[in-house]
């Protein structure tokens, strides 16, 4: 049996770092809000995404940096991972992240309903609890923010073989013999150089041409000589065919490349492959809620699906994955729906990091894509090598691009693979969310040493 529990102002499905603000604004607002959650208040990133996986790569980073104490004249003993530490570290800063959303939930007058939303109708939805129990709520809106899951690729035999994912990998309190990583994506490339430093082997399958698929190809190869320049033995142009399982527990991937096949042989696997979007127990279809092929949700540029007073926020919509856009849609509905503004996604500068280390800091257009779409573009680059403070830090590998209009001389995009990658990728978005020509950055007086002045020598020359 279902029982109705009464008329809400909103109701948002899921409590990611758009949903659980936006339930918070419109319960501060006066509105009467109804949070729906299925597992953890905080969603995918303070829980299984980022503040989990940053927690722990700062403990690899410091095995690194402790294995080359001596390149800085400091001696230091044998280095060691105790990785049930490492785990206890983690879960803590989760747990604390996780308590201070359901605070922030709570002193906003938010109402939670911990179960799984699904729609029964246009603005219904039904919420099961663990325990069975069905429950139904209306709105005059509702909002999705159900996020995505991992997924596993369709690869014969994997079915029958103990594969970890990003959340399970993260579980482990015993550091891998040897980690087989099948994808070469952000999240593969992350977890392989962290279990390196903690001490495994790491081998990288994956089928693309190069690593990074979205980014340029000299950065793509930079950062794969820097894995290889770590020991991971990283592999392109490889597809894996078959997942098998020895007698003694070893996972073996059948790999065929240009060479040929080969077998490739670990202690364990890990599946970065891909990820879905949480709508296949959704009930869209109930509510007359348009999905695309992929069970992403339509949107338009104000975040409304086809249905009047349904909006949909963060992962689930498709477009770029990523926290910091999520918590900008939130603030586009917050505008819109609290505040009678009218934002837009349009025009929307996307900025991201990928926490290899050195980062790999990305914003706006790669080179590609600015000549895909018939611009006359310059392009600068420059060495991390080049970077003073970078040599006096002895942290010198990778490089620095930007992607300049040659009509207008503004910036157009940027990729700075290099220590605090992500840091020095932003200082160029506010160059370029205030319309700056690059010549302001390579005329601009900036302190010295510090990581800031190479972006005077970065626009030096222009090619």
Known sequence: MTSNTGQYHAIVVG????????????AKAGHRTLLVERSHIGGTCINEGCSPTKTMIASGRVAY??????DYGVRTGAVGIDLARVRERKRGIVTSFRSGSERALANAGVEVRMGTGRFTGPRTIEITAADGTRTAATAEIVVINTGLRSIAPSIPGLEHVPALDSTSVMELDVVPEHLLILGGGYIGLEFAQLFRRFGSRVTVVHRGAQLLPRE?????TAIASVLRDDGIDVRTNANTTHVSRTADARVVLLVHSNDGDVEVSGSHLLVATGRRPNTDHLGAAAAGIALDDQGFVKVDSRLETNVRGVYAIGDVKGGPAFTHISYDDFRILRANLIEGRTATTDGRVVPYTVFTDPQLGRVGMTEAEARRAGLDVRVATLPMSSVARALEMDESRGMMKAVVDASTNRILGAAVFGIEGGELATQLQIAMMGGLPYTALRDGVFSHPTLAESLNNLFSDLA
Do not use: E, N
């Not at 940096?65 to 001596?70: E, Q, T």
């Not at 340029?216 to 793509?220: F, T």
């Open 216 to 220: 340029d190809a000299d950065i793509a």
């Open 65 to 70: 940096l402790a294995r080359r104490a001596s």
């Open 15 to 26: 409590s990611g770092q758009g949903g659980g603000p936006l339930a918070g604004a419109f």
